[in-house]
């Protein structure tokens, strides 16, 4: 089944715009796994990325896209993110990573994505009016980075 592409609200596109980068990402992580490479080069990865893309866009969508929505489209990807938190502490803190940990991981990333992309943004323009979004659209203007770079130094993905 061929799938059309979302067209998303123009405020809100710049997070979307990050999720491809963020796909981006859960791809290099499984094709470093298919690869067999050392599960601390990938876990070093994940570090980075969390530390300059993820945990910033968690924080743009908490505290700016999803603020004053109260219901369980924005509990569940909340709820999402505090998994995803859970799981990169346990990464990161891990001296022996498991490969298993790595891919489940990037499905979790992938799936979370996939559903604020298909379901949370799309309820999201249907419950805020065009000016709540302008709004939320103006707020991450100011927080949000402009170009994203994944410059992640030791491309394990190509080997």
Known sequence: MERKPI?????IIRLSKDHHLTLLFCW?????????????????????FWQTHLLQHFNEEETILFAGVKD????????????????VNAIVNSENIQ????????????S???YEERELFPH?????S????QQKGNAL??????VCKDDFSDEFWTE
């Open 7 to 11: 067209k998303r609200n123009k405020y």
């Open 28 to 48: 290099k992580i499984r094709t470093g796994l298919k690869r067999e490479i050392e599960t601390n080069r990938i876990k070093n990865y994940i570090h980075y």
């Open 99 to 110: 490969a298993s940990a790595l891919k489940t991981f990037a499905d979790t990333v992938d």
């Open 130 to 133: 065009e000016t709540q979004l």
């Open 72 to 87: 369980t489209a924005v509990q569940k990807a909340i709820d999402e993110h505090v998994d995803i938190r859970r799981q």
């Open 124 to 128: 999201l323009e249907k419950v805020l």
């Open 141 to 146: 203007e100011q927080t949000h980075a402009e």
């Open 112 to 114: 979370h994505v996939r």
